[in-house]
């Protein structure tokens, strides 16, 4: 069975850092683009970073470039976000997605609230 | 940027209608788009994917069509469970979704 568990998530004070991490099990982790999306309290989905199965190919959201740093590591099977330098607009539940062309599994997402 | 507009952004439907929502891409992208849908406070669900191909366990009553801008995802009759947010996204280049449209209970 497919699963991806994201785990991280917590209150941070604005300016602070905080790194997400994704576990993935029941597939070939290596063979997969990986994304991580993100949603407001109350608002849509919004995608913020995506990086290859290979990690030749990363991009970033303009809303986070910058501050915001994607990475994997196959031999854990584990997908990462670090966020640095938090802003209260970067509060959201954070969620990892496989697949690059369409997403067919997602994680039950992480919450991050950014607040002083 | 590759903007997505979904409409409507809610709709009051009754169990058994037919309903339709549109997405339109500020460019053209094939038919790189997805359809998903999502429960409140569960992630999403992809239903539609390559504008028109039905994810695997998905119920038929589900279906999309368009290529280029314009596309559209349908339920044929509207069933109890289908009472959810439904978000296109384009994947032509990295990832832009729709605002989402609330399906609500008339």
């Known amino acids: 069975e497919v699963q991806l568990v994201e785990s991280g998530g917590g209150l941070v004070q604005p300016g602070g850092s905080l790194r997400l991490s994704c576990a993935a099990s029941g597939f070939t982790f290596n063979s997969y683009d990986m994304s991580w999306v993100r949603q407001a309290p109350g608002k849509g989905l919004e995608w913020v970073s995506y990086?290859?199965?290979?990690?030749?190919?990363?991009y970033y959201a303009d809303s986070v470039k910058g501050r915001f740093t994607i990475s994997r590591d196959n031999a854990k099977n584990s997908l990462y976000l670090q966020m640095n330098s938090l802003r209260d607009e970067d509060t959201a539940v954070y969620y990892c997605a496989r697949g690059r062309v369409s997403s067919d599994y997602w994680g039950q997402g992480t919450l991050v609230t950014v607040s002083s | 940027d590759i903007q997505m507009t979904q409409s409507p952004s809610s709709l009051s439907a009754s169990i058994g209608d037919r309903v339709t929502i549109t997405c339109r891409a500020s460019q053209s992208i094939s038919s790189y788009l997805n359809w998903y849908q999502q429960r409140p406070g569960k992630a999403p669900k992809l239903l539609i994917y390559?504008?028109?191909s039905l994810q695997s366990g998905v119920p038929s009553r589900f279906s999309g069509s368009g290529s280029g801008t314009d596309f559209t995802l349908t339920i044929s009759s509207l069933q109890p469970e289908d009472f959810a947010t439904y978000y296109c996204q384009q994947s032509y280049s990295t990832w832009t979704f729709g605002q989402g449209t609330k399906v609500e209970i008339k």
């Open positions: 990086i290859s199965a290979s990690t030749n190919t990363i």
């Open positions: 390559a504008a028109s």
